[in-house]
């Protein structure tokens, strides 16, 4: 039975998808105006494990994931640039890809673009007019009256009149309330803009997501996630937008990742703390790295990133691929699938799954060290540690071809490896035993580890 956190609630209750085993599952992707970072990276990874176990636990997903490619953000830095908005937009969007390609990210199933829903923001944003819940202020810009959706507040927690003693209205605002919040931005001379019933303009960032998420998905659907830092004011608004618009329940359960820390402290540029994904992947023995620290943490708390947390993230990802490596086949073992599913039934509880595959591993590397006579549990083992790791994303390289991959591209290049090991097998036909020792303290003080197995077979890796 398969629990998770309720963002809505506050309580880990039991998942019931409304449509018997079907699942619509929306997740809010990406600004488009930069390389995605650490952070992005957790909630792709995050929402990426949701999908695929809900996958693998039999259940029909449609997994929409959307791109803002039109936001003051973009603009912003267009003109900084001295180029087109649109053509920054596609290049970051191409930047996005490969990304998500090297962490083994899956495609989702329908990855809208806030441009493409012009039409779909407008009629929502009529309807909200039409029904009192928005209007048209002295600026030309359309907005939403917040205070005439009673629930507002409901996934945050915030009460309306706390925020209001808060906030300051300037002289020059248009708003009726200082809360109200844009549906409809009028341009700017030289942005982008869209005709519209109030005159041209772009959408706010809200009501892209209300638009899009009902389009692809209904007006009520199973699944909502994102960032923590989404859940208000963005998560919020959406509701109060879609729910006074299409008078139904918007989400059944909404889910939200927590922060990445740096060094303890909170990632930002301000901080000059802040990592974009192609930049750590370029110190990485293999991009899987990174996935195995990602998930090393439950997805609702912090992750605390850091050289040593990556390092030991690496090495035990390694102990993993070195157990798989000369393992033979085998059927996989339902006793310790089942313990796997169980943590994963706990709210997607990857560090207790980790566990159990760490588990799985000492157990192939017990019955490895048997011989002969433990070749089929050694088999077994490795079919089940393949099991789970493909159902996190991990493990899906050849754990031979991965053992020899180096942490940095420095040091001798694969194909100088395996011509000084051919030299060394020379100089031991030879009995030449002072130039082979040589060649393997060469290699050796270069990261290179050399396994000598029987009938003259030596296998090396970078340590």
């Not at 039975?1 to 019931?16: A, V």
């Not at 009256?145 to 945050?156: E, H, I, M, N």
């Not at 789970?388 to 942490?407: C, D, F, I, N, S």
Request: hydrophobic letters at 40%; charged letters at 25%.
């Amino acid at each position: 039975m398969l629990r998770i956190h309720n963002s809505l609630t506050g309580l880990k209750q039991e998942f019931k998808p409304l449509v018997a085993d079907e699942v619509r599952m929306y997740v809010c992707g990406i600004t488009v105006y930069d390389y995605i970072h650490l952070g992005h990276a957790r909630m792709l990874m995050v929402f990426d494990l949701v999908q695929r176990y809900l996958r693998e636990s039999g259940y029909r997903v449609r997994y929409v994931r959307n791109i803002t490619d039109i936001d003051d953000k973009i603009i912003d830095r267009a003109a900084a640039n001295g180029e087109d908005w649109a053509v920054l937009a596609e290049r970051f969007i191409v930047a996005m890809n490969q990304d998500c390609l090297a962490l083994g990210l899956q495609v989702p199933d329908d990855e809208p673009r806030a441009t493409a829903y012009i039409a779909e923001i407008i009629a929502m944003t009529q309807t909200l007019i039409d029904k009192g819940y928005a209007y048209v202020a002295s600026s030309g810009d359309v907005m939403y009256a917040v205070r005439r959706f009673a629930d507002y507040g409901q996934l945050s927690g915030k009460k309306i009149d706390d925020l209001r003693s808060g906030a300051r209205v300037q002289s020059n605002d248009a708003k009726l309330d200082p809360l109200d919040f844009v549906l409809w931005k009028m341009a700017k001379p030289g942005e982008p803009e869209w005709p519209s019933p109030w005159g041209a303009g772009r959408p706010g960032w809200h009501i892209e997501c209300s638009a899009m998420s009902t389009s692809l998905l209904g007006t009520y659907f199973d699944l909502h996630g994102g960032g923590m830092d989404l859940k208000f004011p963005h998560h919020e608004n959406e509701i109060a937008q879609t729910c006074a618009a299409c008078d139904t329940p918007f989400v059944n359960v909404w889910m939200h990742n927590g922060f990445v820390r740096i060094n303890e402290e909170k990632m930002s540029k301000s901080l000059d703390n802040f990592f974009t994904v192609r930049d750590v992947l370029k110190s990485l023995r293999h991009p899987e790295v990174l996935r195995f620290f990602l998930l090393s943490s439950h997805y609702r708390g912090p992750i605390n990133y850091s050289l040593a947390q990556l390092e030991q993230a690496d090495e035990t990802l390694l102990g993993l691929y070195r157990a798989l490596n000369d393992a033979g086949p085998g059927t996989v073992n339902a006793e310790s699938v089942a313990k796997f599913r169980a943590a994963m039934d706990d709210d997607f509880n990857t560090p207790d799954a980790l566990a159990v595959m760490q588990g799985v591993a000492r157990d192939l590397n017990q019955a490895k060290a048997a011989g002969n006579s433990g070749v089929g549990m050694a088999g077994d083992a490795a079919a089940t540690l393949r099991h789970m790791g493909r159902t996190l994303g991990l493990l899906q390289q050849e754990p031979g071809a991965y053992l020899q991959r180096g942490v940095s591209a420095t040091g001798f290049a694969d194909a100088e490896i395996e011509a000084l090991l051919g030299a060394r097998r020379a100089a031991r036909v030879a009995r030449d035993f002072a130039e082979s020792d040589r060649i393997r303290d060469r290699l050796m003080a270069a990261g290179i580890v050399l396994e000598d197995k029987s009938g003259g077979i030596t296998q090396w890796r970078r340590a």
